[in-house]
């Protein structure tokens, strides 16, 4: 219903203009959102107007455009999402107030790790990961934990390449990373120095919901630095977590 | 375009199945979605079906319907929403530590106060907020400080009423909240007990982007305690953040 010319459905439209936002561009021109969009500038500036109707994107005075509020609360409020990251959130901040490094909470989306949360520290080292946003399965320590875990379809596929480089450490070679993997669902955990960026090393475990793996919770700690108090802390962190999951309804895709 | 027999846009009734979701209500089936957003059965399902296919919902084994990771991470990776709580977050993780109380950033959305932050503590007081959560603008110590620096237009809309009682102390005199209003923008702050909670007093700030009132940063105390250790807590964790924004950058609607 309501396709364009190319088929598209009207919502497939919505997702493309609303997706033209990020981190480093919260303010655009109706103008320019269509561009981005690959939209024709008449369907674009009709869309970005009913969705400003509804409260899902909001002009400024100038008529630029940017996300709405309300889309926020939409996208929000029921999401398990949420609900996850609120049983997680307090345990994250002890892990933080103990390392004073990036404690990082990251799911499965679409083949890549999405990141849910993330408390940082002015003192820790650089990190590029934010709220909101990806990194590859097979580069950051996160996704390693969670391709662990994963379907075993899901697995094949990211094994099955390419497998880019992202830091000097990358795990590139698809023999290294199925044992990688196998090696992560019998420890419990992974450290994984220089796979995202020389100066770091990423530590995650997993985060279970009813026995299965929902989450994985990381920390950023400079290369140098010991990996065995932060998995301490992380291995609290993630019992603690699971504690208040079981005590609220289930997550896990049932 | 795509407008409904009643003239609806198509967007409009996403909305209307988004809106079904909601804090206590995680997972539903297409039938109680189409039932509680007033669509027929069959535009909900191919509603559904489309949104299921963007991944802005998500079907489980039983074929139940929530709310898909892809829409949460449309809805915050670009937003003014996530910024601001970025900024505040570390000074809210701050105020939460020293007072051990329920700490929340609030903003104004649509004649309500929505909840964009709020940190816990085991032992605080009852506090019936949650993230993406609202309150009444006139009830709440958040939504009292958003409302004093609101555009008078929709002050006068909200105080001519109905001020509806939520606690046994909420101001529901329209000469009381006129005068009450014009107190906070002259102080600086709100302290209102039992205006929600008989148990318990809201302290409320604003917080300021390029002088522009943008948000109220709240704890919620237990009705006894003390006030004043948590306004200094509030308004240096205002502080901290507003010159976190000055850092980053404009959040205000220019």
Known sequence: MANSASGESMIARVVRVIDTFGVDRTVQ??????????????????IIDELVDEGLLERDLEHRVRLGTRLWELALRGSTALRLRQAALPHMESVQAELREHTQLAVLERDEA?????????????NITRVAGRLPLHASSSGLVLLAHADPALRERVL??????????????????RRALAEIRRSGFVSA???????????????????EVVAALSVVLPREAPVEPALVALRDAAARSEADLRDDAPLTRQ
């Open 193 to 211: 120095p220089g796979s995202i960026e020389a100066v770091s090393t990423g530590v995650a475990v997993p985060l279970r919901d009813r026995g």
């Open 29 to 46: 021109t109706a103008s320019e959102i269509g561009r981005r969009a690959g939209l024709p500038s008449s369907t674009a500036h009709r």
């Open 160 to 177: 099955e390449g390419p497998l880019r480089a992202v830091g000097p450490n990358t795990i590139t070679d698809p023999a290294v990373l």
């Open 114 to 126: 999405l990141f849910l949360e993330r408390l940082s520290h002015p003192d820790a080292v650089s």
